[in-house]
Antibody, heavy 122, light 111 residues
Framework: EVQLVQSGAEVKKPGESLRISCKGS????????ITWVRQVPGKGLEWMGR????????TYNPSFQGHVTMSAENSVTTAYLHWSSLEASDTAMYYC???????????????WGQGTLVTVSS | DIVMTQSPLYLSVTPGEPASISCRSSQSLLNPKGDSALEWYLQKPGKSPQLLIY???SRAPGVPDRFTGSGSGTDFTLKIGKVEAEDVGVYYCMQALQTPLTFGGGTKVEI
C-alpha cells in the first residue's frame, strides 16, 4: 500500500529553524517526484515546488525560493522541507504528494500525505 | 504564471441532482502531446486533497463515474452526475503545464 506519512504538528517562534518530513512507503521512492503544497488556514492550495529524489533536483516556485529548502534522502525514503528562519506568515498546513512525471505525463498528484500543521507565533 | 479562475465560489447542491464547476486558465493548457494539462482535486473537510481527474478528462483509479472532466484550451468543466452527500468539500483545478504549477481558488460544494 502506497503511503506518505508526514511528521507531526510543530509550534515554533519567529526566527527559529524547522525541518518537516514526508516518508514514502509501498512504492519505489526514488522513481517518483515529491511535491510540497502549502495551505494557509482557511485558504486555498499553493504549489511550493518539487524534488526528484533520484538526483535531488529541485524546482521551486519563485514565491518560495530562498525561504525554504527541499531535500530527500533515498536511504530512508524521506523528503524534507526546511526553513532556516521561520516567519509568522509561514503558519500553514503543509502537504507532500507524489507524482511520477512532469510536463506531458504523470503530473497528477495521486497520493498525498496527511499534512503537517506548522504554527509560528511569538 | 498561469492564472486559474474557478466559478462559482460556492455551490449548494441537492443530493441526486447534477452539479457543474468551471475552471478557466489564462493561457492554453495544451501540452506537447496534445493533452490538456489540467487536474481536478477534492478536499473533503479536514482531509488532504485527493485526485479526481487528470489530463483534463481521465478519471483517477477508484473515482466514481459520476465525476466527469471535460474541456480543452483554456476552458474546463467538472461535472458531478448525481451529487451524493460524500461529495461535499472544496474542489480545486490545477494546471500542470508549466512551473510554477497553479491552483484555482477553489469551489466549496455544500449539500
Amino acid at each position: 500500500e502506497v503511503q506518505l506519512v508526514q511528521s507531526g504538528a510543530e509550534v515554533k517562534k519567529p526566527g527559529e529553524s524547522l525541518r518537516i518530513s514526508c516518508k514514502g512507503s509501498g512504492y519505489s521512492f526514488f522513481s517518483y517526484y515529491i511535491t510540497w503544497v502549502r495551505q494557509v488556514p482557511g485558504k486555498g492550495l499553493e504549489w511550493m515546488g518539487r524534488i526528484d529524489p533520484s538526483i535531488s533536483s529541485v524546482t521551486y516556485n519563485p514565491s518560495f525560493q530562498g525561504h525554504v529548502t527541499m531535500s530527500a534522502e533515498n536511504s530512508v525514503t524521506t523528503a524534507y522541507l526546511h526553513w532556516s528562519s521561520l516567519e509568522a506568515s509561514d503558519t500553514a498546513m503543509y502537504y507532500c504528494a507524489r507524482h511520477y512525471g512532469i510536463s506531458t505525463a504523470g503530473t497528477e498528484l495521486d497520493y498525498w500525505g496527511q499534512g503537517t500543521l506548522v504554527t509560528v507565533s511569538s | 504564471d498561469i492564472v486559474m479562475t474557478q466559478s462559482p465560489l460556492y455551490l449548494s447542491v441537492t443530493p441526486g441532482e447534477p452539479a457543474s464547476i468551471s475552471c478557466r486558465s489564462s493561457q492554453s493548457l495544451l501540452n506537447p502531446k496534445g493533452d490538456s494539462a489540467l487536474e481536478w482535486y477534492l478536499q473533503k473537510p479536514g482531509k488532504s486533497p485527493q485526485l479526481l481527474i487528470y489530463l483534463g478528462s481521465s478519471r483517477a483509479p477508484g473515482v466514481p463515474d459520476r465525476f466527469t472532466g471535460s474541456g480543452s484550451g483554456t476552458d474546463f468543466t467538472l461535472k458531478i452526475g448525481k451529487v451524493e452527500a460524500e461529495d461535499v468539500g472544496v474542489y480545486y483545478c490545477m494546471q500542470a503545464l508549466q512551473t510554477p504549477l497553479t491552483f484555482g481558488g477553489g469551489t466549496k460544494v455544500e449539500i
